[in-house]
């Protein structure tokens, strides 16, 4: 910022102000860390974070914090000789001052021309065709700070890398949950063509799924059948199969969370790289 800072009219939130006046205050206050953009970004009207900063800004002064700049007075004055004082400030802040990034609400009904200028950088001082954002009659279009951008998509940027990460993570745990999937299915096969071959040789009906008693009931069936001491064999082998697919149960809910997992960070990275791409130039 070369031009020195003077306003025009006083700047207070009890009276109407000059907008040019309390853009180029913002500008100015925010270049000496004290202004800080509300959420929705800098826009050339007043808010309270504005009147904020320059109580601040007076109260480092030693001055008396009224919140108001008048031309020539002694608050004006302050700011000016901070900004001639500070103008050895960081380079990348001094690339992004007076600058904004255009944001429109993204739906159908923002108009062509601003469309257009979604998500480009404008500069507060050279207003495009019709003014800046939420200028123009019924534009809704704002101004989004551009150091606050930076930081957002430093930030977003990580938490891509992050979910990269886990998707990765995930990825190479759904691998062993499979593996061990099978394993216990493989196991349960196993386990119910030997009760299979059991229930032949003893030549008895095929157990009932939901028997309770297993030793009772075969008892009955091995008695008519002559074949009493196979019993245990076949008692335990029943066992062994019910056994077998419960740990087949809990391994396949296993591999289906784990493939849930893997979906759904697969889904929050392709949200956070395409939010990225939206907003980070
Ligand atoms: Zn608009």
Redesign the pocket.
């Given at each position: 910022m070369t031009t020195r800072f003077f306003i025009k009219a006083p700047l207070a939130s009890s009276t109407h102000v000059d907008l040019d006046d309390a853009i180029k205050t913002k500008i100015a206050l925010q270049r000496l860390e004290y202004y800080k953009a509300p959420g929705y970004g800098m826009t050339p009207y007043p808010d309270a974070q504005l009147f904020d900063a320059v109580s601040d800004l007076q109260r480092d002064k030693g001055m008396r914090t009224t919140g108001e700049v008048r031309p020539g007075d002694d608050t004006e004055k302050a700011i000016r000789t901070a900004l001639d004082t500070n103008s050895s400030g960081a380079s990348a802040r001094a690339e992004n001052e007076g600058k904004y990034i255009w944001r429109?609400r993204g739906d159908s009904k923002?108009?062509s021309e601003?469309a257009e200028r979604d998500g480009k950088v404008f500069e507060w001082n050279n207003p495009p065709e019709g003014g800046h954002?939420g200028e123009?009659p019924n534009?809704?279009?704002r101004a989004e700070d551009l150091d606050a951008n930076d930081s957002i998509c430093k930030k977003s940027a990580i938490d891509i890398q992050r979910k990269i990460i886990d998707v990765e993570t995930f990825r190479i745990e759904l691998r062993s949950f499979r593996e061990n999937y099978l394993n216990h299915a493989q196991d349960f096969t196993d386990a119910e063509s030997h009760l299979l071959s059991k229930i032949t040789e003893a030549a008895i009906p095929d157990i009932p799924d939901d028997v309770s008693d297993i030793r009772a009931w075969l008892r009955a069936a091995l008695s008519s059948a002559g074949k009493l001491l196979m019993l245990e064999v076949i008692a335990s082998a029943w066992d062994g199969r019910r056994a077998a697919r419960n740990a087949m149960e809990i391994a396949r809910k296993s591999y289906e969370d784990s493939r849930r997992r893997l979906t759904d960070a697969r889904m929050e990275l392709s949200n956070l790289e395409r939010k990225h791409r939206a907003k980070c130039i």
């Open positions: 429109t923002v108009r601003h954002p123009a534009c809704r279009c």
